[in-house]
């Protein structure tokens, strides 16, 4: 992988505000392994490659619509390297050509192995047993978050980004914000939306970023991966008005929950409100189809 010479857009959000929120496009630094995905891959790739290993594979976790298995599968396809997906669900074993995350990743040469959801939260076990296995592979956690991956992070700051008071990202497992708070300007505040109610995040944060510039707010909104009405709402309201699509499990809660702290008077007057887009966008189609079968309405993707 080599990093883009391209310069990710900072695109300002119009508000009527006596503060100025702005959206980092970090969804358009590549068609298929977009946002922060791309950035915690860089390095576990590139540092496994260095290796020049024999018959290399990559093997990571994931669940039926992860974004991470998706962008895992497009990387391999593109520098050649197998991989291995270990899903959660045994059910989706004979289910999965139904789910449009797992057809990509499938069509990108990814393998599958489907597991237990008992089995898969024992991602320990599971990590020995496959090294076992596969004693050259790679084996990368559940969403990436590793070192490698937070070292990523860093490429997702420059001197453009220096110029905001507050930083502002989705958590999931955490990674992107312990990347972002080790790598922030002394001067600039950390925001981690969470989209999952996970009270480890409070301590896997800080196992990656010594920096206590961070605060972890909740945004998950009926839970995780649920989408409910008022999300539908927000997300293809944010689209129609600004023209930026958002996902609705991660960029799109947390975009919510930016806009309503600004009402609330959460920021002081005059702040710079920086909020990284960190992709997911192929998880629209898989949405779309769960939506669909509740009778609800669709997710528009622009």
Not at 250 to 274: C, Q, W
């Amino acid at each position: 992988m080599i990093i883009p010479e391209i310069s990710i857009p900072i695109t300002e959000i119009p508000l009527t505000a006596k503060v100025r929120l702005f959206m980092k496009r970090e969804d358009l630094i590549h068609p298929q392994i977009s946002g922060n995905k791309y950035w915690k891959l860089f390095y576990n790739i590139n540092n496994y490659l260095h290796q020049k290993p024999e018959n290399p594979l990559i093997i990571t976790f994931g669940g039926a619509f992860s974004n991470h298995i998706a962008a895992v599968a497009a990387l391999g396809k593109e520098v050649g390297i197998s991989t291995v997906g270990i899903i959660r669900g045994e059910e989706l074993a004979d289910r999965w050509p139904e789910n449009p995350t797992l057809t990509f990743a499938q069509q990108n040469g990814m393998q599958f192995r489907f597991v237990s959801r008992s089995a898969y939260r024992d991602k320990e076990s599971l990590s020995r047993l496959l090294k076992n296995e596969f004693p050259r592979a790679l084996i990368i956690p559940e969403g990436g978050t590793n070192e490698y991956a937070v070292q990523g992070i860093r490429h997702m700051l420059n001197n453009e980004t220096k110029s905001f008071d507050y930083l502002c990202t989705a958590v999931g497992t955490g990674g992107t914000v312990a990347g972002i708070s080790r790598f922030a300007s002394d001067n600039q505040k950390v925001l981690g939306f969470m989209v999952v109610d996970d009270e480890s995040l409070n301590t896997r944060i800080p196992e990656f970023s010594e920096k206590k510039n961070f605060e972890l707010l909740e945004a998950h909104d009926g839970g995780y991966g649920k989408i409910t009405d008022a999300n539908i709402r927000f997300v293809n309201g944010f689209a129609q008005k600004y023209g930026i699509p958002l996902d609705p499990v991660y960029t799109g809660k947390m975009m919510k929950r930016i806009l309503e702290l600004i009402e609330e008077g959460f920021f002081p007057d005059g702040s710079r409100i920086l909020a990284f887009h960190t992709g997911g966008l192929q998880g629209i189609q898989g949405a779309n189809a769960l939506l669909k079968k509740q009778g609800k309405v669709l997710i528009k993707r622009i």
